[in-house]
């Protein structure tokens, strides 16, 4: 488990760079509920 939190760090912070901050949050929430919502179809 510690991987993946490290791994959705990275990728907030490569998001955020790239993006800037609020982008970075907004785009990395999305992900997030869209694989909660996933997980629940299967």
Known sequence: MKVIKQ????????????????AGKQ???MLYESGSQLEQKL
């Open 27 to 29: 785009l990395t929430k």
């Open 7 to 22: 791994a959705w760090k990275e990728l907030y912070k490569r998001y955020s760079e790239v993006l800037g901050e609020d």
